[in-house]
């Protein structure tokens, strides 16, 4: 009886192919994925781009995409929402690892969701809202499982109206970074062990102090054991000695310039 011959280097090629079909042939193209979003309401543009792990994934590697949406400034909650709703099955499956839209304008808002989860339509309406906040410069929302964030920034406001904005994200679940900005007023609460109590025990500080001098900069985080507050030329001597009196311990060293 004859042994059958190896298999040839083109037979193999040609399983190979056969197995790959099979597996991403069900799988969204660049150009599918890029029509379902354009049919949306007040979307402008939709790019779609390979997710970069792909390259290292190998031939037998179903294809992820990552989607990125622009849509009219006055894009309405409702119609931001359908763009969102628009990737769900395509999320689950893997074919898209993240959704991303960003309202035309000098704001220029931008929501980002990605790897299963899901924007909440109380995202989606903070989004509109601050397009349409005057007061608002920039924005940037990412719903991420890794790391998920919010960045605002603001015109000119006093300390006070940076930590107000700052606390509206205190009903959005589970954000892991907040930062609000206006020229050089920071403040950043994070995630952090620890630093919930240092942060507040911080606005706290800076709060008294813009009461009683002119602030023009405050970095305040719990990160670092320095806290940096910049008043008006001729304060700074009596800033340093009223924040000594009253800041607590939690604040830590303050340097006052």
């Given at each position: 009886m004859r042994l059958s011959?190896?298999?040839?280097?083109?037979a193999v090629v040609g399983l190979v192919g056969l197995l790959t079909g099979a597996l991403t042939g069900c799988a969204a193209s660049a150009d599918d994925l890029a029509a379902r979003g354009e049919r949306s309401p007040s979307v402008v543009d939709v790019v779609v781009e390979p997710d970069a792990a792909d390259d290292v994934a190998?031939?037998?590697?179903?294809?992820?995409?990552?989607?990125?949406?622009v849509m009219r400034a006055d894009a309405t909650a409702e119609e931001v929402m359908a763009l969102f709703d628009a990737y769900d099955d395509q999320v689950d499956t893997g074919d898209v690892v993240s959704v991303s839209v960003t309202l035309e304008g000098a704001t220029g808002a931008s929501l980002a969701s990605g790897?299963?989860?899901?924007?909440?339509?109380?995202?989606?309406?903070?989004l509109v809202r601050a397009q349409a906040d005057p007061v608002v410069t920039s924005y940037l929302l990412q719903d991420y499982p890794d790391l998920p964030l919010v960045q605002v920034g603001l015109a000119p406001v006093s300390f006070a109206e940076v930590v107000s904005v700052a606390?509206?994200?205190?009903?959005?679940?589970?954000?892991?970074?907040?930062?609000?900005?206006?020229?050089?007023?920071?403040?950043?609460?994070?995630?952090?062990?620890?630093?919930?109590?240092?942060?507040a025990a911080r606005e706290a500080a800076v709060l008294a102090a813009a009461e009683r001098f002119d602030l023009l900069g405050a970095d305040v985080?719990?990160?670092g054991?320095?806290?940096?507050?910049?008043?008006?030329?001729?304060?700074?001597?009596?800033a340093r000695r009223f924040l000594a009196?009253?800041?607590?311990?939690?604040?830590g060293r303050v340097v006052v310039r």
């Open positions: 011959a190896a298999p040839t280097a083109t190998g031939p037998l590697a179903t294809a992820s995409h990552h989607v990125r949406a790897e299963g989860v899901e924007v909440s339509l109380r995202e989606v309406e903070d606390d509206r994200y205190l009903l959005l679940d589970d954000l892991e970074s907040v930062t609000v900005s206006s020229g050089d007023l920071v403040l950043r609460r994070e995630a952090v062990d620890g630093s919930a109590q240092r942060v985080s719990g990160r054991p320095t806290l940096d507050v910049d008043v008006a030329d001729g304060q700074e001597a009596a009196r009253t800041a607590t311990d939690d604040v």
